[in-house]
Each structure stands twice: as structure tokens, then as C-alpha cells.
């Protein structure tokens, strides 16, 4: 499986927050989350408890969205990302490499025991008005 292009993971490594996205009985809800971005794996990683709104609703419907966003009020350099895919509780071996990485990254998340959460991409798209106004570039996951 062909891997993001290194535009778009380069900007996903330079943030650490995303948006996600859930919903249930057709009410859409979002949360703030940090996060870690697993290259090798295609992998956001993210921690949250059960028990929360939007753990719920992703146990209850796993395929999710989120979004990651510069922070700028300057046209040309506006960048985001906006992307899907299938979220699943990360165990054994997986929960193992992601710990360690999500530790790595928060060191303060290592004070308590962590639910880890991954989300794996099937579609991501970044705006890059560096590129010029309005250049996208997509990235699917082929079936």
C-alpha cells in the first residue's frame, strides 16, 4: 500500500492536536485529541478513555474524520489536512509500539494508564496554499 507523500506527513509531524469526528443517530459531535503519526504503520495514534462521547460513538460506528489546521490569518499560507478512516483500540504488540511512540511525544501521559486509540487513513487531503491558491493534494488508500 502506497504510503502519504512526505508533504503531507511532513505537515501531520509538525502538529500534535487533530479534530475528530463522530457521530451517532445522525448527530455529529467532535473533540479535540493529541495525537502521534505512525508513518511506518499509517497510523494516528490517540488516547481516550471509555466511557467519553466520542469513544462511544466511534465503538458503536469506527469509521471517523478529523482535520488538522495551521493556525493563520495569511492566504498564502494556509495548510490543513482533512481525512477518514477506520478507528480501532490498539492491544498487544500494536498497543506496544504505540505507547512507546505516544510516550515518547507526551512524556506527562506516562502518569497514567492509557487507552490507545488508532486511526488508519484511507483518504487525506491537504490544502497547501504554499503550492498556490487553493492547491490540494489527495492521497486514497486503493481497494
Not at 460513538?57 to 482535520?67: C, D, I, K, R
Request: charged residues 20%; proline residues 4%.
Amino acid at each position: 500500500m502506497p504510503f502519504p507523500e512526505k508533504r503531507i506527513t511532513d505537515f501531520i509531524h509538525k502538529h500534535h492536536i487533530f479534530t475528530l469526528a463522530t457521530a451517532a443517530n445522525n448527530v455529529p459531535y467532535t473533540c479535540t485529541c493529541f495525537y502521534v503519526y505512525f508513518d511506518e504503520l499509517n497510523i494516528f495514534i490517540f488516547t481516550s478513555d471509555h466511557g467519553t462521547r466520542h469513544v462511544n460513538e466511534l465503538l458503536a460506528q469506527p469509521f471517523v474524520s478529523g482535520a488538522i489546521a495551521l493556525e493563520t490569518t495569511m492566504i498564502g499560507k494556509i495548510q490543513g489536512i482533512q481525512f477518514t478512516g477506520l478507528a480501532t483500540e490498539l492491544k498487544d504488540e500494536l498497543y506496544d509500539v504505540a505507547h512507546n511512540a505516544y510516550l515518547k511525544k507526551f512524556p506527562v501521559a506516562g502518569f497514567k494508564k492509557l487507552t490507545l486509540w488508532g486511526i488508519t487513513p484511507d483518504f487525506i487531503k491537504m490544502t497547501h496554499n504554499r503550492l498556490g491558491f487553493g492547491t490540494k493534494l489527495i492521497w486514497e488508500q486503493h481497494k
